[in-house]
């Protein structure tokens, strides 16, 4: 058997993350997503991989520098990703797995359809998703086949959905099927290539009760279900040479990599912390995900993910996802995504949501500008979204939702209502009122004149 793994779209949803890197390269629990990918298809007996590329491959490629009999295959015009698929067709020569490389897909998942592959020329996986908005659900017969294809609808992101996951297996004889979709079809959609073929087709639906990610809008950057994963795989795990002084709290599942300080009085709950990494003194970390070589504290309280060589500083209450290092001076409130090399300066904060004027008792759903509209998240709460090599200098404060462009600095004391593009500078511009300045003491105020006298 064959993988094709589908990597060549540029992902303008999820700006402002894409516009230095391809999505399937954004790390999740500091591990890109494709290398994920990966590492499940050959861990499964696959070594013949084959990569569809075209948005920054060469990114890709210096992701991927595995040992494998892994094929790229260049992407010309970016229409869809079935249109990427029959840029392969000459190197498929057997059955094949089907991927999106933006998608986390347990290989659990990857394996239950590689076992039912006899049963129909075309399967299709579903499985767990925790913010289904703006997904679509499988509709099946009695007998398991694919009837038709349903938009979620909702409002809010509140109720985790049975959907359609990125993954499926085409026989070989199928790829005549996709020329004939990619001749008819207004749209070269994922779901819409399954919906089309069911109806010339049985498409056999592999249900499965795994959460997986699919990664399409700036929100879903979230990468609860890698760390779950991880954590499933490794368990309890506490290096020897680790230096934990007395007093510290170790809670639930806990993994600590060799070489890592963890100073008095810090807590670490159902965490992850990388090797070589400095936690001070009187800090909390709960459910979070630490790379290697990272400096926390003291006082900090950190929930999220931290990439590597980061520093959280004193007093700092970070709850956010990071897509590699990060630098938070003391004393800030940070919450959201935030690019590689991006950070702030003291007493920066970002808000997570607001309430309706005339709702006092509910937030309003926070909305994202996508593609130039305005989109609903189906969340209460959301942090902001900071690009690559962008910074926010002291006391600046970032409003629910808004995008900062990569390579943009947002100036000291400046509040946040729009988003900003790439490479721009926002600067407070003070105006002052000089007055003449006189002590109280000894003098008099002449109302009528409205200056003051000496006695």
């Known amino acids: 058997m064959q993988a094709v793994l589908l990597a060549a779209g540029k992902g303008e949803r999820l700006e402002p993350f894409t516009a230095t890197k391809p999505k399937p390269v954004l790390p999740f629990a500091n591990k890109s997503l494709i290398k994920f990918l990966v590492e499940f298809i050959s861990g499964l007996g696959i070594k013949d991989i084959i990569i569809i590329v075209g948005y920054r491959a ?22 869809g990703p079935i249109h990427g698929l029959l840029e392969a067709k000459g190197l498929l020569n057997d059955d094949f797995l089907l991927l999106c490389a933006d998608s986390f897909i347990r290989p659990e998942m990857i394996r239950n359809v590689m076992m039912h592959k006899n049963e129909s020329n075309c399967l299709l996986c579903t499985g767990v998703c925790l913010r289904p908005l703006y997904h679509s659900k499988a509709v099946s017969d009695n007998h398991g086949n694919l009837v038709r294809v349903e938009k979620i609808k909702g409002e809010r992101q509140f109720e985790a959905k049975t959907v359609i996951a990125g993954l499926g297996l085409l026989k070989k004889n199928m790829i005549n099927k996709t020329e004939e979709f990619v001749r008819q079809a207004k749209r070269d959609e994922w779901t819409n290539f399954f919906a089309w073929l069911s109806e010339r087709e049985k498409v056999k639906v592999i249900g499965s009760d795994f959460k997986f990610i699919d990664m399409d809008y700036p929100w879903e950057i979230w990468d609860g279900v890698a760390k779950e994963y991880l954590f499933e795989k490794t368990g309890n795990l506490i290096a020897k040479d680790v230096k934990i002084a007395k007093g510290v709290s170790l809670e639930g599942n806990v993994v600590i990599e060799p070489q890592v300080l963890i100073e008095h ?4 709950k159902n965490s992850w912390i990388g090797g070589g990494t400095v936690i001070l003194a009187n800090s909390y970390i709960t459910h979070a995900f630490i790379g290697r070589e990272c400096k926390i504290g003291p006082q900090s309280f950190v929930a999220g993910t931290v990439g590597d060589n980061s520093k959280i500083g004193y007093a700092t209450e970070y709850s956010a996802h990071a897509l590699g290092k990060v630098r938070f001076y003391h004393q800030c409130h940070v919450s959201g995504v935030w690019g590689n090399n991006s950070g702030a300066t003291p007493y920066c904060s970002t808000t997570e949501g607001r309430v309706a004027g005339d709702r006092k008792t509910k937030q309003e759903i926070v909305k994202v500008k996508i593609k130039g509209k305005l989109v609903s998240s189906g969340l209460d709460g959301l942090g902001p979204f900071i690009g690559e090599n962008s910074s926010l200098l002291t006391g600046a404060k970032i409003m629910p939702g808004k995008k900062i462009g990569p390579d943009s600095s947002i100036g000291p004391n400046v509040v946040v209502y729009h988003d900003v593009p790439a490479n721009q500078q926002l600067i407070l511009r003070q105006q002052l009122e000089v007055r003449p300045y006189l002590r109280d003491r000894g003098c008099k105020v002449n109302q009528g004149k409205g200056r003051r006298e000496k006695i």
């Not at 009085?265 to 670490?268: E, K, L, N, Q, R």
Request: proline content about 0%.
């Open 58 to 79: 060469d990114l890709i490629k210096d992701t991927l520098k595995e040992k494998l009999r892994i094929r790229y295959v260049n992407q010309k015009n970016l229409l």
């Open 265 to 268: 009085g810090s807590t670490i």
